[in-house]
């Protein structure tokens, strides 16, 4: 599975009726209209002081702008264990995976910088993927909101997205800024891979061409199967084209082009919103019963405000003192590990239990 390719079928019967997965207003606020805002935000605050004047703090100098990012990145990373440990119906299904496979995690890093070097590699790479397979899911929510065979496109989806968001990266501007982290495997020795940075910058030119010929085929290939689909009665989802249609721009303008130097805040900043409202929609009568707020009028305001000043301040602490020792580093790599990690079959999981 992926982030959210298996839902929650047991909303009401009205929900399952809409085409949108919370509500119309919900879903353009959290889901449809992120990726454009996030665009909107690059570039105001694009030349400002707040992207510009560096200041130190914790022993490195930032900007308030990666600063502030930093802290929603981790905040939303470690709100996937609500997903994972809050929910008494996953947790009691995969305990070894939620209680064991952390701890290892954080151990092997904590004994060996091998670990360290490729948790920290892996966390790169991996995020790449879990973020396009989480516009995926949504798109999949919406195909069957719309009443369409949730299994009908989706391999093509799954390809389409992973294209939108790697294409652009490993052909474009920021392709060096994200396989400069090769150069960790020089602090175990391993220099035969610190020369990955070298050899794509040498080659980026024949894969961006690679990447643009072969996605354009793809895209070709994508819309003549679409329309046929269509004209054999397959509905078109509008929400689902929208998403798609505006974050593979956000990706390919941010990640190919960085336009104001902001490619990160874009692209990240949109995706830890959406993450944030897809947790607390599936999630919120669970934080408001582990709250034991249920009683009170305002219960769900109180626990969405518990929610989001929790995870901030894990996201505040994570990003000021990670680089302090090796213990938080490991930490915070381990809470992202084990994001990308449950994110990946959680809702199979809850899928299963229908």
């Not at 939620?98 to 954080?106: E, H, L, Q, Y």
Request: charged letters at 15%; a positive charge; one cysteine or more.
């Amino acid at each position: 599975m992926t982030t959210l390719d298996a839902t929650r079928p047991a909303e009401s019967a009205k929900q399952a009726r809409s085409v949108y997965i919370a509500g119309p207003v919900y879903d353009w606020v959290f889901f449809l209209l992120p990726p454009i805002v996030s665009v909107l935000v690059g570039a105001l605050v694009s030349g400002t002081w707040i992207a510009t004047d560096r200041f130190w703090l914790a022993g490195k100098r930032v900007t308030w702008s990666t600063l502030l990012l930093g802290i929603v990145v981790n905040a939303h990373l470690v709100a996937v264990f609500v997903r994972s440990h809050l929910n008494p119906d996953v947790f009691s299904r995969h305990k070894i995976r939620f209680v064991v496979v952390p701890i290892a995690a954080f151990a092997a890093m904590m004994t060996s910088m091998w670990a360290v070097v490729i948790a920290t590699v892996l966390v790169t790479f991996w995020d790449v993927y879990h973020s396009a397979l989480q516009t995926f899911g949504l798109g999949r929510i919406y195909e069957r909101n719309q009443g369409n065979d949730p299994t009908t496109l989706r391999r093509l989806d799954l390809g389409l997205n992973l294209l939108l968001y790697a294409g652009p990266i490993v052909s474009g501007a920021t392709m060096l800024a994200h396989f400069q982290k090769f150069e960790l495997f020089e602090d175990v020795g391993a220099l035969f891979l610190t020369e990955i940075p070298t050899a794509m910058s040498a080659h980026q030119r024949p894969i961006a061409w690679a990447v643009i010929v072969g996605g354009g085929l793809f895209l070709v290939y994508y819309v003549v199967t679409y329309v046929r689909l269509a004209r054999r009665g397959h509905v078109v989802s509008f929400p689902k084209v929208f998403l798609l249609a505006t974050t593979g721009l956000c990706s390919i303008w941010a990640w190919g082009w960085n336009p104001f130097g902001q490619a990160f805040l874009i692209m990240n900043l949109f995706h830890a919103v959406q993450y944030f409202g897809l947790v607390w929609w599936s999630e919120r009568r669970v934080l408001v019963q582990r709250l034991r707020l249920q009683q009170f009028r305002h219960g769900a305001p109180l626990a969405a405000a518990v929610f989001a000043c929790v995870t901030l301040a894990y996201g505040a602490v994570a990003e000021i003192t990670s680089d302090g020792s090796r213990a938080l580093w490991s930490l915070v790599q381990t809470v992202a590990l084990m994001h990308f990690f449950y994110d990946g079959f959680v809702w199979s999981v809850r899928k299963r239990q229908i």
